[in-house]
């Protein structure tokens, strides 16, 4: 049905937004130069890593947490509670 077609294609984008629009624009996976053996698959599995726990710790915007994670290592440590 049309409803259902609707569904799915929401569904789609709503994984593109929040996961690979966020991969791209604030990790710039698309950029990697990292291409050979398993290298590209852990990379990926990585930056999911990082957002799947900034997700978890509250974070809000990945992207300014990101930032801020980089910037400082304390920053990251008290993120984690540590």
């Keep these: 049905t049309p409803e259902n077609l609707l569904g799915l294609a929401r569904g789609h984008w709503g994984i593109e937004n929040s996961n690979h629009h966020v991969r791209d624009t604030t990790f710039h996976e698309d950029l990697s130069q990292i291409r050979t053996e398993k290298g590209p698959h852990m990379m990926a599995t990585l930056r999911e890593l990082a957002m799947s ?27 984690f509670g540590l």
């Design 53 to 79: 726990i900034m997700r978890l710790t509250g974070v809000k915007n990945i992207a300014k947490a990101a930032r801020n994670f980089a910037a400082s290592a304390w920053v990251t440590l008290r993120q």
